[in-house]
């Protein structure tokens, strides 16, 4: 008996999915277990495979349609076996869009007219002899400009202007011309939700700064005992494993924000913010103050590389209770990172530097490093964000006080 292959819920939250490539066409056989399609599911791009045996009798979604959760998208039965009638799947957010925006768009304002070029005799500028000898000093082309003077002639007033005029710089070829519109869609959207989110939450910052002599003799050793073929240690490894233990011993911030209740977690599953193009994705390492550095750098060059190449799944997305955000590789020294809901707190980090600093009376250069921490005031306090950040800093400090 045929059946209907309607779109799954696969992750908490989700809501609707973009079918981004069938492996199957109509007609083909495929059996349950089987990759069906590719789905979008705002988050990342995964197989989704088949429920049941049979021949693939009809697609009801197309590619690039996007669908709601439990909608058909396609029907799979015996071969010549009559397809059931089926509600269809609903239109795609593209096309109701294409719809609504049916009505031919403003006309651009027209471009400014170019200035008329200055009257010539016999293929020479008119212009003045001071004007002449102005342009002359200033390196400026007289038939550039447009002459306000009897006849269009260009006088010392016109050179002058131009001499005070800010430069303009030659646009690279083939620049555009027109405005480019780009809709929000699939994961550029998901970012734009959940941000309009993160803004609703009454989030406060502080910030710390802490000496990373130690940890750089630390990654240094770290590095030299990685085994051949092995994977080197960051300092985001490192603060993966520190900010795991100290979300351990401050559990108000290992939350995430529910509601009318506050979710306090057992363990602490770090997410690292990964760039991608378009977009970007928080991975999460789960029970990383279990875990040795090693561990976490494995993991986490596991997490980098499926997501570089498109293969995360959505297991690798869930559950995270905190999140770690550096852009110290791109040479930021500090900054702000936006709340990650329903998490209650996201450490931003900078980058390393050299600064002067007064220890025991004397001007030394150390290695410093800003954290800036962000949290949701709905779950957490001034004063239990303090004393995080503050474990935090003293983890990286003096490694030996996290035993």
């Known amino acids: 008996m045929a059946s209907q292959v309607t779109l799954p819920r696969l992750g908490q939250g989700m809501e609707t999915g973009t079918i981004v490539r069938w492996l199957k066409a109509e007609g083909d056989r495929v059996e349950k277990g089987e990759p069906l399609y590719e789905l979008d599911t705002e988050k990342v791009t ?26 058909p998208i396609a029907v799979i039965g015996e ?16 096309e109701s869009e294409e719809q609504a925006s049916a009505a031919p768009p403003p006309e651009p304002a027209p471009a400014p007219a170019a200035p008329l070029p200055p009257p010539t005799d016999g293929g020479r500028v008119k212009a003045s002899p001071l004007a002449r000898r102005i342009a002359r000093e200033r390196g400026i082309d007289l038939a550039s400009l447009r002459g306000t003077g009897p006849e269009g002639r260009v006088v010392a007033e016109d050179v002058e202007r131009a001499a005070a005029a800010p430069p303009t710089w030659a646009l690279p070829a083939g620049a555009p011309t027109e405005i480019e519109v780009v809709k929000l869609a ?16 009454p989030a406060f910052q502080i910030s710390m700064s802490a000496d990373m002599s130690v940890q750089t003799r630390l990654r240094e050793r770290l590095v030299a005992e990685t085994p051949e073929g092995g994977v080197r240690p960051t300092y985001s490894d ?63 060059a596991g ?13 690798d997305l869930e559950g995270g209770t ?50 800036t921490l962000t949290c949701d005031h709905r779950v957490v306090d001034g004063a239990t964000a303090s004393e995080f950040l503050g474990t935090v800093k003293s983890f990286l400090e003096e490694p030996g006080l996290a035993l």
Not at 46 to 56: D, I, K, L, M
Not at 80 to 94: G, W
Not at 271 to 278: Q, T
Not at 303 to 315: F, H, I
């Open 79 to 94: 071969p010549d076996e009559d397809v059931p009638e089926v509600v269809a799947a609903p239109a795609s957010k593209k």
């Open 303 to 315: 997490l980098v590389e499926r997501t570089r190449a498109g293969k995360l799944t959505q297991a």
């Open 46 to 71: 995964q197989e989704v495979e088949a429920e049941a045996s049979g021949v693939v009798l009809r697609i009801l979604a197309g590619e690039g349609d996007e669908v709601t959760v439990g909608s």
């Open 186 to 201: 699939g994961m550029r959207r998901t970012i734009a939700r959940r941000l309009t989110e993160a803004w609703e939450a």
């Open 238 to 300: 490192v603060l993966v494993k520190l900010c795991g233990l100290a979300l351990m011993r401050h559990r108000d911030v290992n939350a995430v924000f529910a509601g009318e209740e506050i979710h306090l977690y057992p363990t602490a599953n770090v997410g690292i913010a990964v760039a991608i193009p378009h977009g970007l994705v928080v991975p999460v390492i789960p029970n990383a103050e279990r875990k040795s550095i090693r561990e976490i750098a494995e993991a986490r």
């Open 322 to 371: 905190f999140t770690i955000s550096n852009l110290g590789m791109y040479g930021v020294e500090r900054f702000v990172a936006v709340l990650n809901p329903p998490q209650a707190a996201i450490l931003a980090v900078g980058a390393i530097e050299e600064r002067a600093v007064a220890e025991s009376g004397r001007v030394v250069v150390r290695p410093r490093l800003d954290l």
